[in-house]
Structure formats: structure tokens, C-alpha cells
């Protein structure tokens, strides 16, 4: 599959680059999209919930009535989750939600999303970019000119560009990653993907092990 370059301004370089059919071009794995990109938000949780239980409340350990006799239920401690201020009955504890996934289903979550992007023509290939200074003015350039200044968009580049990166930080709705940082939730959360014309053979490379 043929794809026209961009430059950053939105003009046809009249550059073409072929794209991987086994990287842009599988039949999607819904499965392994699901697992993935489950994966990563279980990834994002802090998991440092905490509610103490009636060993960790502070208050008297004595028996507060006699065992028998009372025509109610017995009871050994104040600190009783049945009672108000009591500790609470199997609270919440600090946990970690990660779970393992391994490397090959990885990799068919990310060609899957990337494949997913393509058929919907939601992906963009742009000559390689760099910024003199860091400064959020001109990244905002480039979105408009792109036609994406109103969408979500996700630019991937090649190599470690400090000056884009930090241009972007600023924008709510455009996210700059490396080749490295691409994850299936990241791709198929943006409107359009911007992939830089330097970073597809690292790509191809990545994913087509």
C-alpha cells in the first residue's frame, strides 16, 4: 500500500512510501486489542486505596455488654464493623492491577490498531520535523495546517526530538511519543495518527519480528 508524504504545511511532497501489509495491513485481532489496551489502563491505576479494618481502629477492647441475657446479638468490641465508627468489614487494601501479557500478543494489539487506523484513513505520513526552539506557537502551526487543530491526533516520531515534544505538552488534544512509546490504547484513542517518514522503518522493524 502507496502513501503520499506530507510536508508539515500539508503539501504533497510527491514522495511516496509503501507500507508494510504485515504491519498496516493485517486482519485486526479483537482479542488481543481488548487484552492490550486492558493492560494499560490497568497499568494507570495508582491501586493505593486503604480503609482500615477493626484491627487498625483506635478505641477500647473492652466488652462493652455482658455475652448473654441482653435479647440482642452478642458483641466483643466497639470497633465492630456493625458499629458506627467501627473498622470496615474486607475494606479496600493496596493492590497493584497489572497483569502479564506477552510480547508476540503485544505486538498483534499494535499492528492491529495501526491496521485498524489505515482502513479508516486515519493515518498520515509527514516528512521528518524539527523545531529551532521549543515554543507551543509553532506545533499549533503544524496541527493547523494539517487540518488537525479540532482532532485528536497522535504524531509518532523517529527519534528523540526534545523541541517537538516540549512544543506539544501544552496542547490537550495532540500527544508526541517516540516509536518506542507506541501502545495500542494511544493509537486507537486518536483521531489521526501522524506517523513521521523517518520512524517507519523502526516501525516495521518493531513490529514485524
Known amino acids: ?7 508539515i504545511t500539508g503539501k504533497d511532497t510527491g514522495r511516496k512510501v509503501e507500507l508494510s501489509s504485515d504491519v498496516f495491513g493485517i486482519a485486526p485481532n479483537d482479542h488481543a486489542i481488548y487484552l ?33 441475657g441482653t435479647g440482642t446479638a452478642r458483641a466483643g ?20 492491577y497489572s497483569f502479564k501479557l506477552n510480547k508476540n500478543l503485544k505486538r498483534l494489539a499494535r499492528k492491529s490498531a495501526l491496521s485498524i487506523q489505515t482502513n479508516d484513513n486515519n493515518l498520515m505520513i509527514i516528512e521528518d520535523f524539527n523545531f529551532e526552539d521549543p515554543k507551543t506557537k509553532n506545533f499549533v502551526s503544524v496541527l493547523k495546517s494539517l487540518e488537525l487543530d479540532t ?7 523517529g527519534n528523540e526530538n526534545t523541541n ?29 495518527v501522524v506517523i513521521t517518514e523517518g520512524s517507519l522503518e523502526e516501525i516495521n522493524t518493531n513490529l514485524s519480528k
Not at 482532532?151 to 516520531?157: M, N
Open 164 to 192: 517537538v515534544y516540549l512544543s506539544s505538552r501544552n496542547i490537550k488534544n495532540s500527544k508526541v511519543i517516540n516509536v518506542s512509546e507506541i501502545n495500542t490504547y494511544g493509537v486507537l484513542n486518536a483521531n489521526k
Open 151 to 157: 482532532k485528536k491526533s497522535l504524531f509518532v516520531l
Open 77 to 96: 468490641s466497639i470497633k465492630s464493623g456493625v458499629f458506627r465508627g467501627g473498622g470496615r468489614m474486607f475494606g479496600p487494601r493496596p493492590r497493584s
Open 1 to 7: 500500500m502507496e502513501v503520499a508524504v506530507l510536508d
Open 36 to 68: 492490550d489496551v486492558k493492560q494499560y489502563l490497568a497499568n494507570q491505576r495508582q491501586g493505593t486505596h486503604k480503609s482500615k479494618e477493626r484491627a487498625e481502629i483506635t478505641g477500647s477492647t473492652r466488652k462493652i455488654k455482658k455475652q448473654k
